[in-house]
């Protein structure tokens, strides 16, 4: 691929999610969703952030792996009990990580 190429896929790909974007802001920046509609978009960013996230810690080597011999999965549970006692983020993170780092040290 020539250099011209690539900056016009980039350019391309950029003004395709810009106008995807801007659309729902001129066709219904003006406009009152409905009570039920707004209250189902504030749960968007945590389906999301599950659907991306939770296959890490359900899969390793490419076969669902729901035991203490996966190190993510563990250390995920270990985020959750952090999650819920905290109710801190750092604290959750600090937490998983933590976990995740010395069972990938002790399991290699």
Same mark, same amino acid.
């Given at each position: ?45 945590? $389906?999301?952030? =599950? +659907? %991306? ?5 359900? @899969? ?34 600090? $937490?998983?990580? =933590? +976990? %995740? ?5 002790? @399991?290699?």
């Amino acid at each position: 691929m020539t250099d011209f190429t690539i900056w016009a896929i980039i350019l391309l790909a950029a003004l395709g999610t810009f106008t995807l974007r801007a659309s729902f802001i001129l066709l219904l920046g003006k406009k009152r969703m409905p009570h039920w509609f707004e209250q189902a978009l504030k749960f968007v960013p945590v $389906a999301v952030l =599950t +659907a %991306l996230i939770l296959p890490s810690f359900l @899969m390793k080597n490419g076969q669902i792996a729901i035991s203490v011999g996966n190190e993510r999965f563990v250390a995920g549970i270990v985020a959750v009990i952090a999650a819920v006692a905290t109710k801190n983020m750092l604290w959750t993170i600090a $937490a998983g990580m =933590t +976990a %995740l780092w010395i069972l990938q040290a002790i @399991m290699g």
